[in-house]
């Protein structure tokens, strides 16, 4: 099919640099497409379907000056992220809901919630 053709390739690079003990102390990503350069970060989550293998690859990292309530928040943020994309891919409204009312609960716990 026509549709199916590649008529473009999109490249995101994530650079990690690491101490003496293989820990991440600087990362820094780039999205041409998205007018990103070298933007600093803190954390990344990468989630890759191997659909020969059925499994999920993943890449967890953070650089060693995140504090822990910043891993809070980034984790709090990822999981309503998730939630939403769900959502959009299944059409899964309810379990999407309950994600959400979960999230919910994680934030009470962790106390991040936003203060009124």
């Known amino acids: 099919m026509e549709e199916d053709k ?3 390739t999109s ?3 994530i650079d990690v640099g690491v101490n003496e003990n293989n820990v991440p102390v600087r990362m820094k990503w780039t ?3 998205g007018s990103i350069k070298d933007a600093p970060t803190k954390a990344m989550l990468l989630s890759l379907w191997d659909p020969t ?3 999920t690859m993943k890449i967890d990292l953070w650089t060693k ?3 822990v309530e ?3 928040q ?3 943020q990822t999981l309503l992220t998730l939630s939403d994309t769900f959502e959009r891919a299944t059409g899964e409204n309810a379990i999407c809901e309950d994600l959400r ?3 919910y609960h994680f934030a009470d716990k962790m106390q991040i919630m936003p203060e009124k």
């Open 11 to 13: 490249t995101v690079s």
């Open 74 to 76: 980034f984790f709090h």
């Open 53 to 55: 293998e059925n499994n």
């Open 31 to 33: 999205a041409p497409d």
């Open 70 to 72: 910043e891993m809070k």
């Open 65 to 67: 000056d995140m504090s």
């Open 6 to 8: 590649v008529k473009k």
């Open 101 to 103: 009312d979960y999230c």
